[in-house]
């Protein structure tokens, strides 16, 4: 079961592969699940089925906020007007990334916390090597010549990529005390690092430093956290960029502004918006269009805000379900902490990078992200639940 685990976690970019099978679209990457999801279920899933069921009962609170957020997606799916197409996101973004995590909670004596966290650092080998070689190239770099990787996007690198480099520590997990696990750990957190330098994406730079800051401060690193703190607000006061963005003159930041008040129009213009949102994939089509100027905004399919992103796609109750998810990841990782401080603080920060990022940007609907996430949280449990 390794090796497939190894391999699916690996092909997460693989999503932008796509091909009809029959009437149905897909991918590499639901193909790569599929086959994995199928291994399980034929060797492994009667087995690990009590260890599931035993992790459901002991943390009711967890299962409760999992069972109302995979509800809420379903909802969702027929709170759209589109709903095949809305359905066909939805398998992507909840109902396979939420079967994984189940998977790896079921096998978690076998895919524990240093063999997933190992996994994804391969997985990002591809996106930094072949952005690394765009930049050096000038092949498919954007427009305004920032580094894309595969993605459509600069900001869909430093999304990946940056929780990840959290997980690059040395002895995670207490294992890869050697020098050559320390070595392919470090070439993993350079290259992450020049591969979102060159997407010039301030967003992942900003949610990078929040990371390091509180890991600084967890590893009894305290003044040197409250140094580089310092030295991020001069620099936020003195580089232009950073003013930009603080005084909301940067374009970019004024656009989500611009579809932050659109999301809250909408919500509040009903109890159903306000209840049930747009629906999956919906944000373009009943928030955005009626507004829509292709002179002033380009068209954009979520409002870049974590919260006002589950709410518009999947209601009120998918909002709040995932944000106490969220908030119980961060409690499994803050007991971890307190028996493992090293990797404690490495999950911590990774979840912290994930949210300060979410506050101006899309970190979850998108299926590498959705996976990741999930991957992400089972590792925190996996972690701490040995």
């Not at 709410?311 to 998810?325: A, H, P, Q, R």
């Not at 990841?329 to 902490?337: P, S």
Request: proline residues 3%.
């Amino acid at each position: 079961m390794k090796i497939f685990a190894f391999i699916l976690i690996c092909l997460f970019p693989a999503y932008l592969i796509r091909f009809d099978i029959g009437p149905l679209p897909s991918t590499v990457l639901e193909l790569s699940f599929g086959i994995f999801f199928l291994v399980w279920l034929l060797k492994y899933a009667r087995n690990d089925q009590k260890i599931i069921r035993k992790f459901f009962t002991m943390n009711r609170w967890f299962a409760a906020a999992f069972a109302i957020f995979f509800l809420a997606s379903v909802t969702s799916i027929f709170t759209s007007d589109m709903w095949w197409y809305s359905f066909g996101q939805w398998r992507a973004y909840f109902l396979e990334p939420m079967i994984l995590f189940v998977i790896f909670l079921g096998r978690r004596e076998e895919l524990g916390a240093a063999y997933l966290s190992n996994a994804l650092l391969f997985s990002t080998l591809s996106i930094t090597l072949f952005g690394i070689f765009q930049k050096v190239s000038g092949f498919g770099l954007s427009s305004d010549g920032r580094v894309t990787s595969f993605f459509t996007s600069p900001n869909a690198v430093g999304l990946y990529l940056a929780p990840i480099i959290f997980l690059a520590i040395p002895r995670l997990g207490g294992v890869g005390v050697g020098w050559r696990k320390i070595i392919f750990q470090f070439i993993i957190t350079i290259l992450c690092l020049v591969a979102i330098f060159f997407t010039k994406s301030l967003g992942t730079i900003i949610a990078l430093c929040g990371g390091l800051i509180l890991l600084l401060w967890l590893t009894d690193n305290k003044r040197r956290a409250i140094a580089f703190l310092l030295a991020l607000i001069i620099a936020g006061a003195l580089v232009s960029p950073f003013t930009s963005f603080v005084a909301s003159k940067d374009q970019s930041s004024a656009n989500r502004l611009i579809l932050w008040q659109y999301s809250m129009e909408y919500l509040t213009a009903s109890p159903k918006n306000f209840i049930f949102g747009a629906g999956i994939r919906q944000f373009f089509r009943k928030i955005q269009k009626p507004h829509y100027d292709a002179k002033e905004l380009e068209r954009l399919i979520y409002p870049h805000n974590i919260f006002l992103n589950f709410w518009t796609e999947t209601g009120l109750f998918g909002m709040l379900s995932f944000t106490l998810l969220y908030c119980i990841l961060i409690i499994y990782a803050i007991n971890l902490y307190r028996r493992n401080r090293e990797l404690g603080a490495c999950l911590l920060s990774a979840l912290v990078v994930f949210l300060i990022h979410g506050l101006v940007d899309v970190p979850y609907f998108k299926n590498d992200l959705a996976m990741l996430f999930w991957t992400i949280a089972a590792l925190t449990i996996n972690a701490t639940e040995v």
